[in-house]
T-cell receptor, first 117, second 116 residues
Framework: ETGVTQTPRHLVMGMTNKKSLKCEQHLGHNAMYWYKQSAKKPLELMFVYNFKEQTENNSVPSRFSPECPNSSHLFLHLHTLQPEDSALYLC????????????????FGPGTRLLVL | AQSVTQPDIHITVSEGASLELRCNYSYGATPYLFWYVQSPGQGLQLLLKYFSGDTLVQGIKGFEAEFKRSQSSFNLRKPSVHWSDAAEYFCAVGTNSGGSNYKLTFGKGTLLTVNP
């Protein structure tokens, strides 16, 4: 595997289900991100992890719970979601500490297409 | 707060024609600017980025972009479009969000259709 991988690629869940999205990066990076991509809206940053520590939570509802056990893996645990949470969830990684911070390139996975019924 | 505007939601060009996708940003300091491309069912792939120096930046797949500070713009160009360029294109600005953290703020994207 190379780059950033995400599983599953597609997920359908009911509002009472609990599921998890998984992201793995094979680039040796130390920062990982979750984004939400909804139709007709810009990508929304949800969470940032630097060196396994959560450094940003962009006012995300508590029904989304991230977990970063190590620098290579990132999870997004989902429970009691709403239909409006249906979207493409993208994971990204970067090498924090290079290029002065704001210029770090983020590498994206293919995303998980989530449908909440 | 920073923001990115991509004025064109959808653009259609003929194969072989030239392309320009517009991007305007709002940010008080020197921006770090990016263009990403997303093919259907795929994640985002970096085309090019601007940090400093030469305002004309070359990227992959024959794309280039020009940073114009006076116009707060970072437009993406390609002299001759190929059918495989059909995708959605996102402009983004990188900014520090406090301490060592930084974030990318994206525009809403421009969908490119290429006619044969």
């Amino acid at each position: 595997e190379t780059g950033v991988t995400q599983t599953p690629r597609h997920l359908v869940m009911g509002m009472t289900n609990k599921k998890s999205l998984k992201c793995e990066q094979h680039l040796g990076h130390n920062a990982m991100y979750w984004y939400k991509q909804s139709a007709k809206k810009p990508l929304e940053l949800m969470f940032v992890y630097n060196f396994k520590e959560q450094t940003e939570n962009n006012s995300v509802p508590s029904r989304f719970s991230p977990e970063c056990p190590n620098s290579s893996h990132l999870f997004l645990h989902l429970h009691t979601l709403q239909p409006e949470d249906s979207a493409l969830y993208l994971c990204a990684s970067s090498q924090a500490g290079t290029s002065g911070g704001a210029g770090e390139t983020q590498y994206f996975g293919p995303g998980t297409r989530l449908l909440v019924l | 707060a920073q923001s990115v505007t991509q004025p064109d939601i959808h653009i259609t060009v003929s194969e072989g024609a030239s392309l320009e996708l517009r991007c305007n940003y709002s940010y008080g300091a020197t921006p770090y600017l990016f263009w990403y491309v997303q093919s259907p069912g795929q994640g985002l792939q970096l085309l090019l980025k601007y940090f400093s120096g030469d305002t004309l930046v070359q990227g992959i797949k024959g794309f280039e972009a020009e940073f114009k500070r006076s116009q707060s713009s970072f437009n993406l160009r390609k002299p001759s479009v190929h059918w495989s360029d059909a995708a959605e294109y996102f402009c983004a600005v990188g900014t520090n969000s406090g301490g060592s953290n930084y974030k990318l703020t994206f525009g809403k994207g421009t969908l490119l259709t290429v006619n044969p």
